[in-house]
């Protein structure tokens, strides 16, 4: 059994029960991102896992076993009483479309791997464009989705964009979609080596809200709120309230050391004075840490 059509499998199996990656992960008691590995198929089952899965699937589908994954598509589509589908179920129609990235594969690898350090609830602060000397919040959700890419939900104050997090040599890579204008917006954000991350910061680039939309960057810190339920649903209600706060941080209440990190003096003048000649977010400079235990 080719890694990729056992995973076009799996994801059938996996609607056809109205089951997560997250619940299947923690029916079977192993971690999230080996499910993702199975899910975009970049490895197969163990026997074991392969037996343990099987025993699971059969326990809701009645004769459900092992040599039934030997089945095509149809075969399984069949089997599981599902309308069969209309369209292939190959990783390429999974994949949301877009631009043909290079090195993507490495890109996904690199998701699978790590994207459970990142799944979550966060909520950022940045300076806020239309008001200089203030800030605001973002209310964010991550989460793996079942392309096998990590999907980002940004809202705040009515604004929401819609994207994907691509995590890549130690960064997150951003690119998301701003639904009401259509404007783009992007970050690259410091990643972390822990478990589960705590606090991100990076740089933001995207419209302003202004007559002519104009291109703004600015720094940015993300701090974890909350996990996420394993309830695909529950969540999604979650952070639709959570947009719907009012995203004005309010006088005084960003504590100083964090302004510092985010408003910088940048230019020529600085650069003379041994500062920083343009808007970055160096590693040596870095709040981007793991959860602390405790």
């Not at 793996?144 to 890549?168: A, H, K, Q």
């Not at 951003?174 to 740089?203: H, K, P, Q, W, Y």
Request: aromatic content about 6%; proline content about 5%.
């Amino acid at each position: 059994m080719q890694s990729q059509l056992f995973a076009d499998k799996l994801t059938l199996v996996l609607k056809s029960l109205s089951m997560t990656r997250s619940h299947l992960a923690a029916e079977l008691a192993v971690d999230k991102s080996i499910v993702g590995r199975w899910m975009t198929g970049r490895v197969e089952p163990s026997n074991h896992n392969l037996a343990r899965l099987t025993e699971l699937v059969a326990s809701r589908v009645r004769g459900f076993r092992l040599i039934d994954w030997e089945r095509d598509i149809g075969g399984l589509e069949g089997l599981l009483g599902v309308e069969p589908s209309n369209t292939s179920l190959s990783r390429s129609a999974r994949l949301p479309p877009g631009l043909p990235i290079p090195l993507m594969d490495q890109i996904m690898d690199g998701t699978a791997l790590r994207a459970h350090a990142y799944e979550g609830f966060f909520r950022s602060t940045r300076p806020y464009a239309q008001r200089p000397g203030h800030f605001i919040h973002d209310q964010i959700m991550m989460r793996l989705d079942d392309t096998g890419l990590l999907r980002l939900i940004m809202g705040t104050g009515g604004v929401t964009l819609d994207g994907w997090v691509m995590p890549y040599q130690g960064k997150l890579f951003v690119i998301a979609t701003e639904l009401t204008s259509g404007a783009l917006g992007f970050s690259i954000l410091n990643g972390v080596n822990a478990i589960r991350a705590g606090m991100l910061d990076g740089i933001l680039l995207n419209c302003a809200l202004d007559v002519g939309h104009s291109p703004t960057a600015c720094a940015i810190i993300v701090e974890r709120t909350g996990d996420l339920s394993g309830d695909v649903d529950e969540d999604d209600r979650r952070i639709k309230a959570l947009t719907a706060l009012d995203p004005f941080a309010p006088d005084g209440s960003v504590p100083a050391d964090i302004v510092a990190h985010l408003v910088r003096d940048i230019g020529p003048a600085q650069l003379a004075l041994g500062g920083d000649w343009l808007l970055s977010m160096p590693m040596v400079r870095s709040l981007a840490r793991g959860v602390v235990p405790g």
